[in-house]
């Protein structure tokens, strides 16, 4: 398989890391090859975006995988990296916690083999500019950071329709069905 291009997103993430030099932004978790490291973006209404190094499992095998989730995403490890040090430097491993906090409407989760961190997204204050409040601000950028990295990779994972859910397939016949459409 030949080299893979990236979208504008991930190549700007990954130029101004690269530009910034090696040691400009902190490590805090390193990916090694052929174990795995993981990123997961979790919100109140269940969904996951994850990705996941290549070196610890192929393209191929993850996303041949009927039981695996169909978010679940394979990176480049050097691309993971460049994500877990854009994490750091804006606090996921100052501000993250062993569990995730009750309630929270959104954690931005880091798993290695020997540890798990949960970042969840501060609470807001009303009361308070956002200024006052640079928690959020580095929640949301960390946040953005990640849904970059994760929308900028393709995957193609098999299965069909019968592959989800019944209250999914439910959803989709519904979609699918000349009662919800407009184009009679």
């Not at 877990?84 to 798993?111: C, K, W």
Request: aromatic residues 6%; charged residues 25%; proline residues 7%.
């Amino acid at each position: 398989m030949g080299p893979r291009a990236r979208s504008a997103p991930t190549s700007l993430l990954l130029l101004l890391a690269g530009c910034a030099g090696p040691s400009a932004l902190p490590r805090a978790v390193t990916v090694e090859a052929g174990r795995r490291t993981s990123i997961a973006l979790l919100d109140s209404s269940g969904r996951v975006f994850a990705m996941q190094n290549l070196s610890s499992g192929s393209r191929k095998v993850v996303y041949s995988d009927q039981g695996a989730a169909a978010q679940q995403k394979v990176i480049r490890d050097s691309d993971l990296q460049t994500l877990l040090d854009a994490l750091a430097e804006r606090g996921m491993f100052q501000n993250a916690s062993p569990t995730a906090a009750p309630g929270a409407r959104s954690s931005i989760v880091v798993e290695t083999p020997e540890r798990s961190w949960h970042w969840s997204r501060p609470s807001v204050d009303p009361t308070r500019s956002p200024e006052e409040q640079p928690m959020v601000r580095q929640y949301d950028e960390a946040r953005a950071y990640v849904l970059y990295v994760y929308n900028s990779e393709m995957s193609f994972h098999a299965g069909s329709v019968d592959s989800f859910s019944p209250e999914t397939r439910k959803k989709i016949d519904e979609a699918r069905s000349p009662a919800k459409r407009n184009d009679r």
